[in-house]
C-alpha cells in the first residue's frame, strides 16, 4: 500500500511558475517509479511526467517538455515537478501516482499506476 498526498497548487499567471509536491508513504519509496497526470474539466485524465525510483530516467509529455521538470528525492519520500513557462492550457487537476508492480519500463498510460494521491488543482490565468 502506498499513500499519495500532493501539494503546491495554485493561481498563477500564464508564464508563471509553480512547483508541485507529492509526498509518499507506505513503501519503500525509491523502489518504484512515480508519474504525475492531470485532468482538465470535461478531458481525461492525461500523463505529464515519471521517473524511475533511483531518478535515473525521465519521461515526458511533448506538451510540457522544455518547460517541465520532474525530479525526486528519496530522502524525503517525496517527487517534485516544476513547472516554468505555464500557459492557459495546463489548468487542471494534477496527481501524482506510483507504478510498484507494473512496468520494467515509464509507462504513460494511467491504468499502470496502482496508486493515486488526491489531486492539486493548477490554474493559470491569461
Known amino acids: 500500500q502506498v499513500h499519495l498526498v500532493e501539494s503546491g497548487g495554485g493561481l498563477v499567471q500564464a508564464g508563471g511558475s509553480l512547483r508541485l509536491s507529492c509526498a509518499a508513504s507506505?513503501?519503500?519509496?525509491?523502489?518504484?517509479?512515480m508519474g504525475w497526470f492531470r485532468q482538465a474539466p470535461g478531458k481525461e485524465r492525461e500523463f505529464v511526467a515519471a521517473?524511475?525510483?533511483?531518478?535515473?530516467?525521465?519521461y515526458y509529455a511533448d506538451s510540457v517538455k522544455g518547460r517541465f521538470t520532474i525530479s525526486r528525492d528519496n530522502a524525503k519520500n517525496t517527487v517534485y515537478l516544476q513547472m516554468n513557462s505555464l500557459k492557459p492550457e495546463d489548468t487542471a487537476v494534477y496527481y501524482c501516482?506510483?507504478?510498484?508492480?507494473?512496468?520494467?519500463?515509464?509507462?504513460?498510460?494511467?491504468?499502470?499506476?496502482?496508486?493515486w494521491g488526491q489531486g492539486t488543482q493548477v490554474t493559470v490565468s491569461s
Open positions: 501516482a506510483s507504478d510498484t508492480t507494473c512496468c520494467p519500463a515509464l509507462t504513460p498510460i494511467p491504468r499502470d499506476y496502482e496508486y
Open positions: 507506505g513503501r519503500t519509496f525509491s523502489s518504484y517509479a
Open positions: 521517473i524511475t525510483g533511483s531518478g535515473g530516467s525521465l
